[in-house]
């Protein structure tokens, strides 16, 4: 197992970055679509300083500082897609956005149809293999002929938290492995993971399982950051073992959801590559605190509005504000900008 956890490999890791040298853009994305349509926000470097105002936050959730439509640096600039998790949205990574983009690069990020905080549809939620599909349809629309920013297209990468690690997975050549995955939940019938499947009937029919188990990866992303994920489980190990572009796992040991990590984070760095691939498992680290930062009241409030899931900002402030930093560090030195 190969934990990076001393500060010297992480320095290794993470180029000196730059002193905040941009303010942050932020502009909506839209992807127009008969029946999947695709909205979020694409965050950008920009030299405008007027007009900076907080956005995407809410009573619980702290928003990030941006200049609505704000004019792009000039030059082409690396691209770095967010996948959220389950029942997520295109604001959880605003936090890494925002300080990705004041490095230099455009992020992009959209709500999930049939998994995201807003759609839970139950026969969108069965056409998981959409979901990394959704990331190409992403890099289509940014790279286009249409496209409002230009795009470097030997700097494209991707980061997934939750189930966006096997959105990940999937893009950087996982197969669905059907066989594999019945065995195992056979064997652990209350893993996670294998109720989740269950319950939204992932590839129940023939013609399910075959579009599960096609090759959804796209060689267009260059690298990946894998945050905590879920669904390691339903990948072939010959597929992981084939997987030949870096990626970057996170585990996350602090984890009140129920992931094993044993079979999850720790199992995905197990099956890669030892020379393209990167372990991390700070000790402390939450699978929440990939989410954004919680305000102060924001315990109290989901205790009175959503009782149960006020676990989300635990520790939420201070602490989270200090893994923010850590992790945006490391990812900027793990995606190269040339």
Not at 184 to 204: E, N, S, Y
Not at 242 to 264: K, T
Request: proline share 7%; with cysteine.
């Amino acid at each position: 197992m190969r934990h990076l956890l001393h500060a010297t490999l992480l320095a290794t890791l993470a180029t000196t970055a730059q002193a905040d040298p941009w303010q942050t853009g932020l502009a909506p994305l839209t992807i127009a679509h008969d029946t999947r349509p695709l909205e979020g926000f694409v965050w950008y470097p920009t030299d405008d300083t007027a007009g900076a105002d907080t956005h995407l936050g809410n009573p619980v959730w702290q928003g990030i500082t941006a200049i609505a439509d704000a004019t792009p640096v000039n030059g082409s600039l690396p691209l770095v897609v967010l996948s959220h998790g389950m029942y997520g949205n295109a604001r959880n990574q605003a936090w890494l956005a925002a300080e990705l983009s004041r490095q230099g690069y455009a992020v992009a990020a959209i709500d999930h149809p049939g998994s995201s905080t807003w759609s839970r549809d139950p026969d969108l939620s069965r056409q998981l293999w959409e979901r990394p599909r959704d990331i190409s349809r992403v890099i289509d629309h940014l790279t286009g002929p249409d496209a409002t920013l230009a795009i470097d297209p030997n700097h494209i990468y991707m980061a997934g938290h939750s189930l966006g690690g096997f959105t990940a997975i999937a893009l950087a050549g996982g197969r669905w492995d059907s066989d594999g995955f019945d065995a195992f939940c056979t064997d652990q019938p209350d893993d996670l993971v294998c109720g989740i499947m269950d319950r939204w009937h992932i590839a129940q029919t023939p013609e399910d399982q075959a579009e599960m188990e096609a090759d959804l990866s796209d060689p267009r992303i260059r690298a990946f950051a894998v945050l905590d994920p879920g669904g390691v489980q339903t990948f072939s190990t010959a597929s992981l073992n084939a997987i030949d572009r870096p990626v970057l796992v996170y585990g996350a040991p602090d984890d009140i959801m129920g992931l094993n990590l044993d079979v999850e984070a720790r199992a995905l760095a197990a099956a890669l590559t030892a020379d393209t691939s990167t372990y991390l498992e700070p000790d402390g680290l939450a699978h929440f605190d990939f989410l954004g930062v919680c305000t102060p009241n924001a315990v109290e409030i989901l205790k009175e509005e959503d009782p149960g899931e006020e676990y989300v900002c635990d520790r939420g402030h201070d602490e989270r504000i200090a893994e923010h930093a850590r992790i945006a560090e490391t990812i900027t030195g793990f995606f190269p900008k040339q």
